[in-house]
Structures are given as structure tokens and as C-alpha cells.
């Protein structure tokens, strides 16, 4: 019974592999952009709700964007510099940073349980959505990368120092605040990579992208 089952999971692997290596790659761009635009939408949402009742005095002592555990990583700044840099550059750099993100995701998760916020159920909700977004973007992401057959597949590896937020109130609030901040500006990093990717795989001449 047991062999039974190793073959059938065997032959199922081997069903989603083989699908997955018959989508063309402008297709798997299309959904890789559409998993990064909700990714992106679902962060930029979660934001606004924390921010509904965040303490004021928290805008004034939150960590600056340059103290993101990811800013280490080089990045183009604007469209115009995503578009002088190639496809497998782009690619590794999206990959890097939704990497990255697997560690504080699970932080943001198990520090929602408790948040002392009003919508701390919605907000605790919406991060779970957003680890599952991250995860199936990821693996998305991995398919395009084996099927581009990318010259650079080296990952940047960006460590997440911390496994716990601020204990007081204040602090926990401050922490998580500036936790999201940071995945909603890679997660508007990764979607911007991945729409160039899509243009410039689509369009005859990707200056106009």
C-alpha cells in the first residue's frame, strides 16, 4: 500500500512538473506579476489598518527605512535603472528579496496573535495571507527561474536578526509598524521587477516599458 502511494505521489510531482514546463514564460511572468500585485495590495492594505490606531509618538521614534534588514541589498531605484539592468539580474533580485522575507514574515505572524491593536484579529488574518502570497509567489518564482534558464540564479542571502518584538505596548506596536513598512516597500520592489520583467518580455523594444 505504501509503495502504492510513493508511486502515485511520484507520478503527480511529475504531472505538475512537466504542466509547469509547458506554460511559456510570458504566461508565467503574467502570473508571477498578478501574485506580486496582490502581495504588494494585500501589504499596502494591512498598513493603512495598522495604522488607523497607532500612537503618534511612534512615527517619531520608528526606525528609519535604511535600518530594514534588506536595505543592504543594491537595488535600482526607478524604472529607468530596473531597465539597463537583465532579465536574470532582475529575476535574482526579486527572488533575494521575497527570500528574505520568510523568517519576519513568520515574526509579524506569531506577534499578531497578541498585538494590542483593535484589529488585531484582521490584522493577524491578513498576515497569513500574506505568508501564504509570499509562498506561492515563491514558488512561482522558482519555476520562472529553472524555465528562463537564467544565467545568475545566485541568491543574496539577507539574515533577519531578531526573533521577537518590543514586550511594552508601545514598542510592540513601533516594531510590527516599522516590520510591515519594510515588506511593503520590497514587496512594491518585487512587483515593479517583476512588471519590467513582463514588459520587456513582451514588447520589441523594452525602452518603452
Not at 500585485?37 to 499596502?44: A, I, R
Request: with cysteine; charged share 20%.
Amino acid at each position: 500500500m505504501t509503495h502504492r502511494r510513493t508511486r502515485l505521489f511520484i507520478m503527480v510531482v511529475s504531472y505538475v512538473m512537466t504542466s509547469c514546463g509547458a506554460v511559456p514564460i510570458n504566461d508565467l511572468l503574467d502570473r508571477a506579476s498578478q501574485r506580486s500585485d496582490k502581495l504588494h495590495l494585500l501589504s499596502t492594505t494591512l498598513s493603512q489598518e495598522l495604522d488607523s490606531h497607532f500612537p503618534p509618538i511612534g512615527r517619531l521614534i520608528s526606525p528609519r527605512p535604511s535600518m530594514c534588514h534588506t536595505s543592504a541589498l543594491q537595488t535600482p531605484t526607478d524604472k529607468t535603472q530596473a531597465l539597463q539592468v537583465s532579465e536574470s539580474e532582475l529575476l535574482s533580485l526579486a527572488r533575494s528579496l521575497l527570500q528574505a522575507w520568510d523568517d519576519p514574515l513568520s515574526v509579524l505572524s506569531s506577534s499578531a496573535v497578541s498585538l494590542p491593536h483593535p484589529a488585531q484579529s484582521s490584522i493577524f488574518n491578513k498576515v497569513r495571507e500574506l505568508q501564504e502570497h509570499s509562498k506561492n509567489l515563491w514558488d512561482g518564482l522558482d519555476v520562472l527561474s529553472g524555465k528562463m534558464g537564467a544565467a545568475d540564479q545566485t541568491l543574496s542571502f539577507l539574515p533577519y536578526i531578531g526573533n521577537d518584538l518590543g514586550q511594552d505596548r508601545i514598542s510592540r506596536l513601533i516594531d510590527f509598524h516599522f516590520l510591515l513598512s519594510c515588506f511593503r516597500r520590497d514587496s512594491h520592489k518585487i512587483d515593479s521587477f517583476l512588471k519590467v520583467l513582463r514588459c520587456r518580455a513582451t514588447n520589441t523594444q523594452p525602452e518603452t516599458c
